[in-house]
């Protein structure tokens, strides 16, 4: 992907403005992994392929949409703090805290159950809104580079302003039905293309200034901002799930989501001096990753607990980005190819996939000796494993960029969550998920030459939602 500041005049600049950039890929320096709907679910630690029975069903598995009876609306928002805290060893004035602050509208829905169908099979239609990817990030920081010329020490110091916010969203109608009282199918189609759902782009801003200090006297000094903006996405993808009632007590859930492409512009303005901006629009195409999940649940003999546990696999490896300079998407296939993670030549960086696991439970207080509850409270927790890819690179002695070591970075996680049936009517819940990486992000320091580099990570994430049944 073109760079404006990777020019040979200013490429020790570059190299900087790439280190502002120390995640995944330096297009959407964020978590790859989809985000989660639903303050239920996810304050059972995500494990709800195998339950999926509320209106968030469209999202975890839309098999399960059968198993709701009533008209309903439902609404979810959520608030996150994120903190990276990087150590470097090779370069200290790295080191440092950052964080950012954001909130948005999590999920979206509204369920109506088709009253009457063929042989009396239950049939229920959704539409939905769901947030699939967030992109917030902030960072400030120095990066120091050293080296002597006619045997004075010359350096080049800059500071990075790093800021990137943004998200993707579908508008996804979707379909559940039963095929026989113990096996019900599920379908979404999942739309994202900017038209329908305006807040559909992302947009990266770098500020650096940068100090040249020649025999510890200041020789000069300059200021470069670099903004790129991504929108105009198009594309569309499907999820298909399946439930299978084995028993009163145990249920088998799987899901899968199509891999799909979605064609978006580019456009980089890179400003040098004041007054002086240079601008230049790209025509790209992302083909995200497909991925299969499959779940079970067990419902104790009180009908008051219920276990549940995940595994999903997401195939990394068909994460790809393909460039080129017309906006005929056909012709994309045959533009040259790079790693979504590395932003290498695809040929250059393979990935493995990964696999999620997570396991959670829901406590209701069903009270046997009251006929009907007018108030019906619940409690969940969950647990969860959920890394994010690597370059795929190992380290070797030949080939370019050869300092990556190819291995995942590893998250872990825990959810509490809490809520509360009123009156049969409406249903209020919160929940609260904690994702943390330790001595993460080596990969990624490493392929770019930065030894005894890492980040310690932590996604605080706050949930509340409702549900109003009709």
């Not at 370069?91 to 369920?111: I, K, M, R, T």
């Not at 046997?368 to 619940?378: C, G, I, T, V």
């Not at 320091?445 to 580099?453: N, R």
């Amino acid at each position: 992907m073109k760079r404006a500041c990777l020019l040979s005049p200013c490429s020790l600049i570059g190299f900087a403005l790439l280190l502002a950039a120390p995640a995944w890929s330096q297009s959407i320096t964020s978590s790859p992994n989809v985000v989660g709907s639903g303050a239920r679910a996810l304050g059972m630690g995500g494990a709800f392929i195998a339950v999926a029975d509320d209106a968030t069903s469209a999202s975890w598995n839309p098999g399960g949409l059968t198993q709701l009876e009533r008209p309903e609306f439902s609404a979810v928002y959520n608030f996150n703090w994120h903190s990276e805290d990087f150590t470097s060893g090779s370069h200290p004035e790295l080191s440092g805290a950052h964080e950012v602050q954001f909130d948005q509208v999590n999920y979206l829905s509204f369920v109506y159950p088709i009253p009457q169908t063929i042989g009396g099979r239950n049939l229920v239609v959704s539409i939905n809104y769901q947030r699939k990817f967030d992109f917030s990030r902030q960072l400030n920081l120095r990066f120091d580079r050293f080296q002597s010329a006619f045997n004075m020490p010359v350096a080049l110091l800059n500071k990075i302003d790093y800021q990137q916010e943004g998200s993707l969203s579908t508008l996804s109608p979707a379909i559940g039905f039963e095929l026989s009282d113990r096996l019900s199918l599920g379908a979404v189609w999942n739309i994202w293309d900017s038209s329908i759902v305006p807040g559909n782009r992302w947009e990266q801003r770098i500020s650096t200034t940068n100090l040249l200090s020649i025999n510890a006297g200041t020789f000069g000094w300059s200021k470069m901002k670099v903004t790129d903006e991504y929108d105009d996405i198009r594309g569309s993808n499907f999820t298909l799930g399946g439930l299978w009632r084995l028993s009163e007590r145990w249920s088998i859930g799987a899901v899968y989501n199509t891999k799909f492409a979605a064609s978006l512009k580019n456009t980089t303005r890179t400003s040098m001096f004041p007054g002086l901006v240079f601008s230049e629009t790209t025509d790209l195409e992302y083909v995200f990753p497909a991925s299969f999940g499959i779940g079970a649940a067990y419902r104790f003999p009180n009908d008051k607990l219920t276990v549940s546990m995940d595994v999903t696999r997401r195939e990394w490896d068909q994460f790809v980005i393909n460039t080129g300079a017309s906006s005929d998407i056909r012709k994309f296939p045959f533009a040259p190819q790079q790693s979504g993670i590395t932003k290498l030549a695809k040929s250059l960086s393979p990935h493995d996939p990964t696999y999620t696991v997570r396991l959670g439970g829901e406590y209701v207080f069903v009270d046997a000796s009251k006929p009907k509850q007018d108030y019906l409270p619940s409690l969940r927790a969950g647990l969860f494993y959920d890394p994010e890819p690597a370059s795929g690179k190992k380290d070797r002695w030949y080939g370019l960029e050869n300092k990556g070591n190819g291995k995942v970075d590893n998250y872990y996680g825990f959810a509490l969550g809490a809520g509360v049936l009123i009156k049969n009517r409406v249903n209020l819940d919160a929940a609260y998920t904690y994702r943390f990486g330790e001595d993460v992000r080596k990969d990624t320091f490493g392929q770019y030459g930065l030894t005894k580099t890492d980040a310690n990570v932590g996604q605080h994430t706050f949930y509340v939602s409702t549900v109003v049944y009709f």
